[in-house]
Nanobody
Framework: QVQLVESGGGLVQAGGSLRLSCAAS?????MGWFRQAPGKEREFVAAIVWSSGTISYANSVKGRFTISRDNAKNTVFLQMNSLKPEDTAIYYC???????????????????WGQGTQVTVSS
């Protein structure tokens, strides 16, 4: 069993920055971030594979968002820079004990989720 606890998020103006954190308990796992805007499907944002450190990003956030991890604390971070109003969404942390490939993953394939944290970017 894996428990995920998120922190961070909030309200920021366009062009600003926010940092999200997600701490996993139970076991070491690969972790990723998804987001869901009102009326839209939950979409992949970024992920990092536990064993290899391989990182993947959605095209929409490449060059603006950075995912990183603290192995000792079993925690991943999502640094979000140059935020845009279209980044507004609830951001969810997700975990998978064995997943190596995150590109193209659909939210329905994952079973461990954080509670979500709201990110609002004003124009």
């Amino acid at each position: 069993q894996v428990q995920l606890v998120e922190s961070g998020g909030g309200l920021v103006q366009a062009g600003g920055s926010l940092r999200l954190s997600c701490a996993a308990s139970g076991r070491s796992v690969s972790m990723g971030w998804f987001r869901q805007a009102p009326g839209k499907e939950r979409e992949f944002v970024a992920a990092i594979v536990w064993s290899s450190g391989t990182i993947s990003y959605a095209n929409s956030v490449k060059g603006r968002f950075t995912i990183s991890r603290d192995n000792a604390k079993n925690t991943v971070f999502l640094q979000m820079n140059s935020l845009k109003p279209e980044d507004t969404a609830i951001y969810y942390c997700a975990a998978d004990p064995a997943r190596q490939l995150w590109t193209g993953v659909h939210a329905s394939e994952l079973h461990y989720w954080g509670q979500g944290t709201q990110v609002t970017v004003s124009s």
